[in-house]
T-cell receptor
Framework: GNSVTQMEGPVTLSEEAFLTINCTYT??????LFWYVQYPGEGLQLLLK?????DKGSNKGFEATYRKETTSFHLEKGSVQVSDSAVYFC???????????FGAGTRLTVKP | DVKVTQSSRYLVKRTGEKVFLECVQD?????MFWYRQDPGLGLRLIYF???????EKGDIPEGYSVSREKKERFSLILESASTNQTSMYLC??????????????FGPGTRLTVT
C-alpha cells in the first residue's frame, strides 16, 4: 500500500541551526509529495510540494527534493528560527486521487 | 484564500452523548475529509466524501458516521461518544477531478474531550 515514514521526534535545535527531517515513502504509482506544518493550536497548512521526480519544492526557506531513486522527500532549512517551532507532516497522494497518506509527524522546537 | 471552518475549537461531551462536528468550506471543493489526530499516530482518515450525499469509509470509520447534504458542508457524527474518541478532529477539503495533484486545505481542528 501507499505509506509515508518520517523521522521520529521530537527534534530540538538552537536558533540558526540546520534542520533536516527525513521522509521516505512507499507508493504503487507515481505520487505527489507534500510537507505540511501545524503550528500550535492550528490546523495543517501546506508548506511545500513536488509533483514529479527531481522537483524541488521550496517555501519560507524550507526545501525538499523529490528523490525517486531513494524514495525520499527530506525537509531542510539552513537556519531555523524560534517561529519555526511546529509539527511537520510528510504526505503523499497519487495523481488523480484525493486520498492522502500522512506520516506520524515530527515536532520541532527551536530554542533562542 | 480557501477557508475551511469548523463549528467548535473545543468540545467537552459525556460518554453516550450524540456529538455533531460541522465543517464548512467556501471554495466549491468536490471532496471533503474527516481525520482524527492522535500523538504518534499522525492523521487517520475516518470518512471522506467526493460529492453531495456520497460518502466513503476511511481507515477508522467505526463509531462514526457522516452527512453531506450540501456541497460546502460535511458533518461528522459520533452516535454514542466514548472516551476513546477523545481526540483532535480535523476537516479538510480538496478540488476533485482526474489527473491533478491536489493539496488538501484544513480547518483549525476541534479538540473533543469525552468524559
Amino acid at each position: 500500500g501507499n505509506s509515508v515514514t518520517q523521522m521520529e521526534g521530537p527534534v530540538t535545535l538552537s536558533e540558526e541551526a540546520f534542520l533536516t527531517i527525513n521522509c521516505t515513502y512507499t507508493a504503487t504509482g507515481y505520487p505527489s509529495l507534500f510537507w505540511y506544518v501545524q503550528y500550535p493550536g492550528e490546523g495543517l497548512q501546506l508548506l511545500l510540494k513536488a509533483t514529479k521526480a527531481d522537483d524541488k519544492g521550496s517555501n519560507k526557506g524550507f526545501e525538499a527534493t523529490y528523490r525517486k531513486e531513494t524514495t525520499s522527500f527530506h525537509l531542510e532549512k539552513g537556519s531555523v528560527q524560534v517561529s519555526d517551532s511546529a509539527v511537520y507532516f510528510c504526505a503523499l497522494s497519487l495523481k488523480g486521487s484525493s486520498d492522502m497518506r500522512f506520516g506520524a509527524g515530527t515536532r520541532l522546537t527551536v530554542k533562542p | 484564500d480557501v477557508k475551511v471552518t469548523q463549528s467548535s475549537r473545543y468540545l467537552v461531551k459525556r460518554t453516550g452523548e450524540k456529538v455533531f462536528l460541522e465543517c464548512v468550506q467556501d471554495m466549491d471543493h468536490e471532496n471533503m475529509f474527516w481525520y482524527r489526530q492522535d500523538p504518534g499516530l499522525g492523521l487517520r482518515l475516518i470518512y471522506f466524501s467526493y460529492d453531495v450525499k456520497m460518502k466513503e469509509k476511511g481507515d477508522i470509520p467505526e463509531g462514526y458516521s457522516v452527512s453531506r447534504e450540501k456541497k460546502e458542508r460535511f458533518s461528522l457524527i459520533l452516535e454514542s461518544a466514548s472516551t476513546n474518541q477523545t481526540s483532535m478532529y480535523l476537516c479538510a477539503s480538496t478540488l476533485g477531478g482526474q489527473g491533478g495533484s491536489y493539496e488538501q486545505y484544513f480547518g483549525p481542528g476541534t479538540r473533543l474531550t469525552v468524559t
